[in-house]
């Protein structure tokens, strides 16, 4: 029964987590060059991006969205299927590989209200994504 039990929460694991990356705890060390460029070009070109239609990504204006700061950001880890297959753990973790993406907040008045990815390409930092719902970052 056990065996069964630990077979089915493996396989939900497997099927949450190989469409969408399973984070690092919040503790994660972000490289400071990372957040560098999050804090600089990353929000300045989200901002850019939202302003573009601030209500269709759940602004009421161009002003609340130049009110966003950046917040706390974690590196994005994937599933390692070599690791999965020889793994002996339970904890998703210890089979994940990190990735050169990092998902950061951004807060406005210190309330968390949508996130952005910043990842690597051709060794340059560029912001991959902005918007997006932060409750889904803090789940994580």
């Known amino acids: 029964?056990?065996?069964?039990?630990?077979?089915?929460?493996?396989c939900g694991s497997l099927s949450a987590s190989i469409t969408q990356p399973s984070y690092a705890s919040i503790h994660s060390q972000v490289p400071a060059?990372?957040?560098?460029?999050?804090q600089t070009n990353g929000v300045m070109e989200a901002k850019k991006l939202l302003s573009l239609s601030p209500s269709d990504v759940?602004?009421?204006?161009?002003?609340?969205?130049?009110?966003?700061?950046?917040?706390?950001?974690?590196?994005?880890?994937?599933?390692d299927a070599e690791k999965l297959r020889k793994s002996t753990?339970?904890?998703?973790?210890?089979?994940?590989?990190?990735e050169q993406e990092w998902e950061f907040l951004l807060e406005k008045d210190g309330q968390a209200v949508t996130s952005i990815i910043i990842g690597k390409e051709h060794g340059n930092f560029v912001l991959q994504r902005a918007g997006g719902d932060a409750k889904n970052f803090l789940s994580s």
């Not at 060059?33 to 999050?38: S, Y």
């Not at 753990?89 to 990190?98: D, E, G, I, R």
Request: glycine share 6%.
């Open 1 to 10: 029964m056990k065996k069964v039990f630990y077979a089915a929460l493996l």
């Open 33 to 38: 060059e990372v957040e560098k460029f999050a």
């Open 58 to 79: 759940g602004f009421t204006s161009k002003d609340e969205v130049d009110q966003l700061t950046l917040g706390p950001g974690l590196q994005i880890h994937s599933i």
């Open 89 to 98: 753990a339970h904890s998703l973790l210890s089979v994940s590989k990190p």
